[in-house]
T-cell receptor, first 111, second 111 residues
Framework: KAGVTQTPRYLIKTRGQQVTLSCSPI?????VSWYQQTPGQGLQFLFE???????NKGNFPGRFSGRQFSNSRSEMNVSTLELGDSALYLC??????????FGSGTRLTVV | AQRVTQPEKLLSVFKGAPVELKCNYS??????LFWYVQYSRQRLQLLLR??SRESIKGFTADLNKGETSFHLKKPFAQEEDSAMYYC?????????????FGKGTLLTVNP
């Protein structure tokens, strides 16, 4: 069974640009969550989707957004990138919304 | 609001010694607690979930609601246990679909 797949693995963007990250959950998993991991703040929750509906959202500015498609694949978008957005972005999936399986992440560097 | 505290950033033990990684939480409702592990250059993996009451790779963890703790224990540490360990909490028995992570403890098991 394939795991959680995140693309791309690495990204370098310039301040002010926008970026879209993609996540394919484990087959059959309908819950997808996103987390930001940084050395200073650790792992922080961004948002969670289930059947295309956002069920919970973390304390991030509106520049961070996400969506989920009917096949459970999810994307997150960050607009007007700032240097502080440099981080490892992790996607996780679960059948029902707990006991998540994580992907390898997308490492975003903003220069 | 919920909070997870892992008081030790670093923990170093010798092979064969007992190990205990501490986790305390702050949440007044019904929590669901997890331990995740991240080995070097690998993705974050679910190690234990308190409702499962399993022993994985020799590790156990008991939820102590009186002390609001969920410490991870192993009687005899092995070198392959060296990794970063994260304690995580999901509120409302998991129904808020969000994991709150501690900052992690880096365990080093010396030969």
């Amino acid at each position: 069974k394939a795991g959680v797949t995140q693309t791309p693995r690495y990204l370098i963007k310039t301040r002010g640009q926008q970026v879209t990250l993609s996540c394919s959950p484990i087959s059959g998993h309908r819950s997808v969550s996103w987390y930001q991991q940084t050395p200073g703040q650790g792992l922080q929750f961004l948002f969670e989707y289930f059947s295309e509906t956002q069920r919970n959202k973390g304390n991030f500015p509106g520049r961070f957004s996400g969506r989920q498609f009917s096949n459970s694949r999810s994307e997150m978008n960050v607009s007007t990138l700032e240097l502080g957005d440099s981080a490892l972005y992790l996607c996780a999936s679960s059948p029902e919304g707990a006991g998540y399986t994580f992907g390898s992440g997308t490492r975003l560097t903003v220069v | 609001a919920q909070r997870v505290t892992q008081p030790e950033k670093l923990l170093s033990v010798f092979k064969g010694a007992p190990v205990e990684l501490k986790c305390n939480y702050s949440y007044s409702g019904s929590p669901e607690l997890f331990w995740y592990v991240q080995y070097s250059r690998q993705r974050l993996q679910l190690l234990l979930r308190h409702i499962s009451r399993e022993s994985i790779k020799g590790f156990t963890a008991d939820l102590n609601k009186g002390e609001t703790s969920f410490h991870l224990k192993k009687p005899f540490a092995q070198e392959e246990d060296s990794a970063m360990y994260y304690c995580a909490l999901s509120a409302n028995g998991g129904s808020n679909y969000k994991l709150t992570f501690g900052k992690g403890t880096l365990l080093t098991v010396n030969p």
